[in-house]
């Protein structure tokens, strides 16, 4: 039993999950949030909203680290050929698979198999994606390739039913099509397709923009304006390059 399932063992009951994984966020102790979140989805398979959020930043936090980690470590020069260096991107390689391999067991056992409504298919189709593709930046040859079409899939399936069941300024859609574009920009190495994307997705928020309610206009907005700063930079990276 690790530290986290042993702080854990004799705490239950839905309402205390969830004010555990409350105080381990603003605690800032992120292990400790999602085995809590983890528990509560083994125990409960269907979250509210505000546990979906809450099992969201657990594991984006928790695997965050991971991600920065990895970068470092990949831009070592002497990664390839120092022992000490190798171990260390083995480790963290490692531990980022086993989060990204949690999360996504998670999601095809208990949360997207009882989910019933669009928001969460959505939202859960999404983040499955999103795990796929984080073990994609950090995978080689067959594997990496397995990664690339899990995370391909589940950003297909969260946008066929986001097209048909949530509002174009809806911001669980519109942060499906910031990532997606993200994947076709880093992993598929498509820039058109992620432009293209990104740009559609905007430009249809735009027309509906005065329709938003007062409970999204902020996360709304702030979406918008992240397809915005990514088109930018995108296609002034391919203008210098053509």
Not at 32 to 46: D, G, T
Not at 89 to 108: A, H, Y
Not at 111 to 125: H, Q, R, T
Request: aromatic share 8%.
């Amino acid at each position: 039993m690790d530290s986290c399932e042993e702080l854990l063992s004799g705490i239950s009951g839905r309402e205390t999950l969830t004010y555990f994984a409350r105080l381990a966020e603003a605690a800032e102790r992120y292990h400790e949030m999602a085995a809590a979140m983890k528990k509560l989805v083994v125990s409960y398979k269907q979250l509210t909203n505000e546990e979906r959020n809450l099992f969201s930043v657990a594991y984006k936090n928790v695997v965050g680290s991971r991600r920065s980690a990895w970068r470092v470590a990949s831009s070592i020069k002497d990664g390839d050929t120092e022992e000490p260096t190798k171990q260390l991107r083995s480790k963290i390689n490692d531990e980022l698979e086993c989060t990204c391999q949690e999360v996504l067991t998670l999601m095809d056992n208990n949360l997207l198999v009882n989910e019933k409504s669009s928001e969460g298919i959505v939202f859960y189709n999404k983040m499955k994606g999103d795990y796929y593709r984080y073990l994609a930046e950090v995978r080689a040859t067959d594997k990496r390739q397995e990664a690339v079409g899990g995370s391909r899939e589940a950003y297909e399936a969260a946008t066929k039913e986001a097209v048909t069941a949530l509002s174009s300024t809806h911001p669980i859609r519109l942060g499906l099509a910031l990532n997606y574009s993200v994947f076709y920009y880093e992993i598929e190495d498509n820039p058109e397709k992620a432009c293209d994307l990104a740009q559609k997705a905007f430009d249809e928020a735009i027309k509906d923009l005065d329709n938003i309610g007062e409970e999204t206009y902020k996360d709304t907005t702030l979406i918008m304006q992240l397809l915005r700063d990514n088109l930018t930079l995108w296609t002034t990276e391919r203008d210098s390059n053509q």
